[in-house]
């Protein structure tokens, strides 16, 4: 059982460019979630989906854009990456009022 | 201040001891208190689940929730240098959806053999 898996696991980016980070979890959960993990700010929810084809945004959602067409796949977009968007970034999943389950986790770089 | 404050540590502990970790919040309408254990380069993974005031306890792990105090912890009894790794704490107000969870920043926990 795979559980939530992302893909790629590491990554380094120049300004500017973008990329798409692919979380796909195997649990058949309604819920999804994009956390961004920086160092003194702790775990910040970036945006989440509570079921196939809905997206909303979380804390700190400026600069990415999610989408959910399959109700296993949550895609998370930088469209122009910045410096500040360097981080560890989590993809969770669950079913409603239960327990997070994590990715392992992507280590982005922006230059 | 924030919701939700915790040492960020580090904590450095001998094998076999007592370990005490904590958060406090300003949040009363927290309700559903968490602690999550997170391995260097891991996701989170839920370790203790409590539900309102009072101690839950599994193996050596206890959470203890005092909502009069508007302070949780996380007790370690026996530790391990297997326990090493970084604690957060989450909480919510109600349900609905875990898009409310509110972490605290980690405390992070070194056993030493």
């Known amino acids: 059982n795979a559980g939530v898996t992302q893909t790629p696991k590491f990554r380094v980016l120049k300004t500017g460019q973008s990329m798409t980070l692919l979380c796909a979890q195997d649990?058949?959960?309604?819920?999804m979630y994009w956390y961004r993990q920086d160092p003194g700010m702790g775990l910040r929810l970036i945006h989440y989906s509570v079921g196939e084809g809905t997206t909303a945004k979380g804390e700190v959602p400026d600069g990415y854009n999610v989408s959910r067409l399959k109700k296993q796949n949550f895609l998370l977009g930088l469209e122009s990456a910045a410096p500040s968007q360097t981080s560890v970034y989590f993809c969770?999943?669950?079913?409603?009022?239960?327990?997070?389950?994590f990715g392992s986790g992507t280590q982005l770089s922006v230059l | 201040q924030k919701e939700v404050e915790q040492d960020p540590g580090p904590l450095s502990v001998p094998e076999g001891a007592i370990v005490s970790l904590n958060c406090t919040y300003s949040n009363s309408a927290f309700q559903y208190f968490m602690w999550y254990r997170q391995y260097s380069r891991k996701g989170p993974e839920l370790l203790m689940y409590?539900?309102?005031?009072g101690n839950k306890e599994d193996g050596r792990f206890t959470a203890q929730v005092d909502k009069s105090s508007k302070y949780i912890s996380l007790f370690i009894r026996d530790s391990q240098p297997s326990d090493s790794a970084t604690y957060l704490c989450?909480?919510?107000?109600?349900?609905?959806?875990?898009?409310?969870?509110?972490f605290g920043k980690g405390t992070k926990l070194t056993v030493n053999p």
């Open positions: 969770a999943s669950s079913y409603v009022d239960e327990k997070l389950f």
């Open positions: 989450a909480m919510e107000a109600a349900q609905g959806g875990s898009e409310k969870l509110v």
């Open positions: 649990m058949n959960h309604e819920y």
């Open positions: 409590t539900y309102s005031s």
